[in-house]
């Protein structure tokens, strides 16, 4: 099945500077990488995805890359403020007919330093 | 706009005590989620039904059972709970399984099983 690694576990960032968070994953037939912030007491929110046929997406301040020859993704968040301060989550999705399944990674820890 | 509703958000069980997580979503999704979270672990999934009227097992279904009531409400059962499942555990809901896309999660229901 498909495996997903996330680095790094916890990260530290002064605010303004950029953080960048990786995930690589095994199977090559996964196609969509969605990533979810998960506030303290909240569950996960979508805030970013991408598709296979696209190498890179930009959202304010928040953008992702994909790299599919060598199966992995990074979350990259520039000019970072307080409220970034979340954990982070990357995830692969497999299609296999309609029942396609998702592999979540383990999880980043993001804190912003002000 | 409640979008995935939880209920309760705290419990503490004693070993071989049952108890029913309950899920409600009001966005007429068609495909519902049950997760665990485990520090270190990321996000696993138990259980899900796809549509109204099925339900699958996911990657950690043992020791629970799922119940989709209809279109909105899916529960999860602990039948005899053990120490192994204290966990935070979240619903979570999706337009239709097979098409990737936002899954939109509860915000928890948090489990200690002594």
């Known amino acids: 099945g498909e495996n997903v690694e996330q680095h790094p576990s916890t990260l530290s960032v002064q605010e303004g500077d950029s953080a960048v968070i990786k995930c690589t994953y095994s199977d090559s037939a996964s196609n969509y990488f969605p990533w979810y912030k998960q506030e303290l007491g909240k569950g996960p929110q979508l805030i970013i995805d991408?598709?296979?046929?696209?190498g890179e997406k930009k959202d304010q301040r928040i953008a992702v890359t994909l790299n599919k020859t060598a199966k992995h993704f990074s979350l990259h968040i520039t000019e970072t403020q307080p409220e970034d301060s979340a954990v982070y989550f990357c995830?692969?999705?497999?299609?296999?007919?309609?029942?396609?399944?998702?592999?979540f990674g383990t999880g980043t820890r993001l804190t912003i330093i002000p | 706009n409640a979008g995935v509703t939880q209920t309760p958000k705290f419990q503490v069980l004693k070993t071989g005590q049952s108890m029913t997580l309950q899920c409600a979503q009001d966005?007429?999704?068609?495909?519902m989620y049950w997760y665990r979270q485990d520090p270190g672990m990321g996000l696993r999934l138990i259980y899900y039904s796809a549509s109204e009227g099925t339900t699958d097992k996911g990657e950690v279904p043992n020791g629970y059972n799922v119940s989709r009531l209809n279109k909105r409400e899916f529960s999860l059962r602990l039948e005899s709970a053990a120490p192994s499942q204290t966990s935070v555990y979240f619903c979570?809901?999706?337009?239709?399984?097979?098409?990737?896309?936002?899954?939109?999660f509860g915000e928890g229901s948090r489990l200690t099983v002594l």
């Open positions: 979570a809901s999706r337009v239709r399984q097979g098409i990737p896309g936002e899954l939109f």
């Open positions: 995830a692969a999705s497999i299609p296999n007919f309609g029942n396609e399944k998702l592999t």
């Open positions: 966005m007429n999704h068609n495909s």
């Open positions: 991408i598709r296979s046929n696209v």
